[in-house]
């Protein structure tokens, strides 16, 4: 029988690229998603017909128990969260709410549902679980590259959240047995990327400045440094790792560093134009406390996964900047817009 994958972010670019990639790999594919008026499900339906939809809000365990016992799932991957992490310092409670607390109510869901009592051994259905940790957990960096043991020093409420989501996947999976595990994935992008974030940002405006709809583009901190990479290979090794003997965690990324100077290179570059001629600093994007420098070391997953990144930086700048071309080329095109909230 096919295995069942329950996703939680099912309307973000990771959930979109991790439904695609479970199906071809021959899954029963179920999205969480929340209210039957979201805006979101008949673009789903439409674009991911071969996912089935269950009501479910990372707010409401109950909801999340319902959910587990529609879709009976084998896993459970969790990338539901306030993703934007500017917009956590504005909605600060509900960052926490969801992005954080939201893990436990649905390890909570998965305890009940599956009879965990403190013993390694279930009394129902052993469900495996998926957390969607972040580099931004390292913030103010003790070390580079940052690994798997690397403290933690979180610079946003964003950050603060996914620590606590990291920390108690891993308390859950020492108390209770679960096979549970957390991915810190460095920062991956992609044409699907909502484009309130600066990679999308640069290549959205790259392409409209060249079409003549956008006059300028501010942005913030251009020295901010970043291993970044492309989802579609990163949800690769989410299912990687829940096909392992044993729960580990591990930190998926390039290794690589790039500044949003060299985002923005390439991306004018892309549409033969000088972003100097284009880009001004507002010092409203700023980010209240910032992180600088963020650089993977995934030797672990190199070695114990058989995982490596297939698309570089300068292809996947290319890629985003070529995608946007043709959408604001064709603006009624609707195809993998996809929010990451």
Known sequence: MAKHALITGITGQDGSYLSEYLLSEGYEVWGLIRGQANPHRARINRLLPDVQLVDGDLLDQSSLVKALGFAQPDEVYNLGAISYVPLSWQQTELTGGVTGLGVLRMLEA???????????????????????????????????????????????????????????????????????????????????????????????????????????????????????????????????????????????????????????????????????????????????AEVDTLCANPAKSEAELGWKPKVGFQELIELMVEADVRRQSQPNRDDYLFSDS
Not at 127 to 133: K, T, V
Not at 214 to 241: E, F, S, T
Not at 267 to 278: S, T
């Open 110 to 288: 998965i305890r009940m549902f599956s009879g965990f009592t403190g013993s390694s051994t279930p009394s129902g259905q052993q469900i495996r679980f998926y957390q969607a940790s972040s580099s931004e957990m390292f913030g103010k960096v003790t070390e580079t590259p940052q690994h798997e043991t690397t403290h933690f020093h979180p610079r946003s409420p964003y950050g603060v959240a996914k620590t606590y989501g990291h920390f108690i996947t891993k308390n859950y999976r020492e108390s209770f047995g679960m096979f549970g595990v957390s991915g810190i994935l460095f920062n991956h992008e992609s044409p699907r990327r909502g484009t309130e974030f600066v990679t999308r940002k640069i290549t959205l405006a790259a392409a409209r400045i060249k079409l003549g709809l956008q006059a300028k583009l501010p942005l913030g901190n251009l020295d901010a440094k970043r291993d970044w990479g492309y989802a579609a290979d990163y949800v690769q090794a989410m299912h990687l790792m829940l096909q392992q003997d044993q729960p580990q965690d591990y930190v998926i990324g390039t290794g690589v560093m790039h500044s949003v100077r060299d985002v923005l290179q390439i991306a004018f570059d892309a549409v033969g134009l000088d972003w100097n001629e284009y880009v001004y600093l507002d010092p409203a994007l700023v980010r209240p």
